[in-house]
């Protein structure tokens, strides 16, 4: 009877498929995804006006700071194929900023986890050309040149966040492009950049 267990469970494993990675597993990183495991950051074949509304979701994935999240400050940078209808705030938090300026408090610090989200976003696609999405240091910053997020347990103590695919330069998630253009190898997003900016 143990055998045929063993059996079942290697067979359902199998058939389940390859569990997907954490894109970033580098600590303090920031992407833009569309699951809310980390995995998930290009949709390379949606047609406009069908698909909608989408999700999304900014978050920081593994934070090396165990005291969790007190606030962020980031940009975002999207192209004009793409809508966000609504910015989904965790946990009552609120931004001083106007969106695409975050500078975003937490009334109570969001736990560390391997993922963390920060924004959930209702988005829709307007039209078929490559959609790149960014994520850059917000006009002001406390930490000079970064994005980055305060310390749950001292909101004065900025951590530097670092974007998903190396920098604010680099596309962190797209929609209806070649998803070998936000590979985290940034050599092969030099190879593809000529193509979309």
Excluded at 29 to 45: A, K, M, R
Excluded at 102 to 130: E, G
Excluded at 184 to 190: L, R, S
Aim: proline content about 10%.
């Amino acid at each position: 009877m143990k055998s045929l267990s063993l059996f079942v469970l290697a067979v359902t494993l199998v058939a389940a498929g390859p569990v997907l990675a954490q894109i970033d597993p580098t600590p303090d990183g920031v992407g833009i995804y569309f699951d809310n495991n980390g995995t998930i950051n290009c949709l390379p074949d949606v047609t406009p006006g069908e698909y909608g509304p989408g999700f999304m979701y900014l978050m920081v994935t593994n934070p090396a700071e165990p005291t969790g999240i007190s606030g962020w400050e980031l940009q975002l940078v999207f192209d004009s194929c793409l809508l966000v209808t609504d910015w989904g705030y965790q946990a009552g938090a609120t931004n001083s900023g106007t969106e695409p300026d975050f500078y975003v408090t937490q009334p109570a610090p969001l736990p560390s986890a391997a993922t963390v989200i920060l924004l959930d976003m209702t988005f829709y696609v307007l039209c078929s050309d490559c959609a790149l999405m960014y994520i850059s240091p917000p006009p002001v910053q406390h930490v000079p040149g970064f994005p980055a997020y305060s310390a749950g347990d001292d909101p004065n103590e900025w951590i530097t966040l670092h974007q998903s695919t190396g920098g604010s330069q680099f596309p962190v998630a797209a929609i209806n492009c070649i998803c070998d253009v936000i590979s985290n190898d940034n050599a092969t997003w030099g190879a593809m950049k000529t193509m979309y900016r």
